[in-house]
């Protein structure tokens, strides 16, 4: 489902996609769908980035208070070694390295689509070149 994208209209403008053919206009949608969803999966990405790293700050203030609570000597280094092995901060990391690997995928697929495309248009340009030119001889 494409959220937000629904009651918006197909990218290519219908004049220009008589011009251009079904394939490359179909493709042009594609690669507009793809982008949609490569830029929704990135904004994932950066917010679970973010997400951690405030959660780990969390982590190593509840455990450095533990540390001074036992009396020990309190140390940020070993709070921190602490919330870094936390459930919860491993959850999270998971998250965050699925989500990066779905991206990646994402984006390899957004760009394998665009080069099809731009394969496309150049052929297209060829052989208007081509008609261009046999008319001019």
């Not at 080069?115 to 496309?120: F, T």
Request: a positive charge; proline letters at 2%; aromatic letters at 8%.
């Amino acid at each position: 489902m494409r959220n937000g994208s629904q009651a918006r209209e197909k990218a290519v403008n219908p004049a220009i996609a008589r011009k251009i053919g079904p394939e490359l206009t179909e493709l042009i949608e594609e690669v507009r769908i793809s982008g949609e969803e490569w830029g929704r999966l990135k904004a994932r990405v950066e917010y679970l980035g973010h997400f951690r790293k405030i959660r780990l700050a969390e982590l190593i203030d509840k455990y450095f208070a533990a540390i001074e609570m036992t009396g020990d000597k309190a140390s940020v280094a070993r709070a921190e070694e602490m919330a870094r092995k936390d459930p919860e901060y491993k959850k999270i990391v998971m998250q965050l390295y699925k989500s990066q690997v779905e991206e990646s995928r994402a984006m390899s697929w957004h760009f394998a689509k665009r080069n099809a495309m731009d394969v496309l248009f150049a052929k297209m340009n060829l052989e208007r070149a081509e008609m261009y030119m046999n008319k001019s001889a």
